[in-house]
């Protein structure tokens, strides 16, 4: 089982609608990282924190996604609204350090109807 | 711009064959080199590593040699297992902790 823990597991919603997907790194881990996998492909990173603060978040589509971790612990990513290609699998890893392992939840696969 | 490249899949092999998954890199600098493993329904977890040109990384019977001069890091298993079936991605870190995933290959050992 996974040390960084992620909920939900699977989300369905329709278009439009706002999603929102929660993590919890392992403890201590400073630098949490949000990427999204498209079926068949490899993981892109969406946003890295280092504590409270986003240190990339150059591919994080800002018009509709935002993510935050305000107490530098757990973090929420959030997409509104969601459009169809927004279906993917939501990973979400964190590292001791920047240039420590990164070690990844199981995932939330999102499906828009 | 930095990038993975792997060799598509699917793999399919009998149990106890060799194994092969290359992999090359396009980087500016001296990257770090992974390869990270996914089982179905679950994340991602790291296998090996290396860090620097000619290290091998090595971890549960896989092994990867860093090499510079043909900028690869393809990964090798003298015998699979059933329970090896999964995907496996290269991935690189450049400076600044950014990592490039490759495509994954899938592969699958039958009995």
């Known amino acids: 089982e996974a040390e960084v823990a992620q909920s939900p597991r699977y989300k369905i919603t329709e278009k439009s609608q706002a999603v929102a997907f929660w993590c919890d790194p392992i403890?201590?881990?400073?630098?949490l990282y949000w990427y999204r996998q498209i079926l068949g492909q490899g993981p892109e990173l969406l946003v890295q924190?280092?504590?409270?603060?986003?240190?990339?978040d150059s591919q994080l589509p800002k018009d509709r996604f935002s993510a935050e971790r305000l107490k530098g612990v757990d973090s929420t990513l959030k997409i509104q609204p969601a459009e169809l290609g927004d279906s993917a699998m939501y990973l979400c890893?964190?590292?001791?350090?920047?240039?420590?392992?990164?070690?990844f939840g199981d995932g939330t696969r999102l499906s828009i109807l | 711009g930095d990038s993975v490249t792997q060799m598509e899949g699917p793999v399919t092999l009998s149990e106890e064959a060799f194994l092969t998954i290359n992999c090359t890199y396009t980087?500016?600098?001296?990257?770090?080199l992974f390869w990270y493993v996914q089982y179905p329904g679950e994340g991602l977890q790291l296998l090996l590593k290396?860090?620097?040109?000619?290290d091998k990384g090595s971890n549960k019977g896989f092994e990867a040699t860093y090499r510079k001069e043909t900028t690869s890091f393809h990964l090798e298993k003298g015998s699979v297992q059933v329970s090896d079936s999964a995907v496996y991605f290269c991935a690189l870190r450049r400076a600044g902790n950014q990592f490039y995933f490759g495509t994954g290959t899938s592969l699958t050992v039958i009995p």
């Open positions: 980087a500016t600098g001296y990257p770090s």
């Open positions: 890893a964190s590292s001791y350090g920047v240039l420590q392992p990164q070690h």
């Open positions: 403890s201590g881990h400073a630098t």
């Open positions: 924190f280092q504590d409270e603060s986003v240190v990339d």
């Open positions: 290396a860090t620097k040109a000619d």
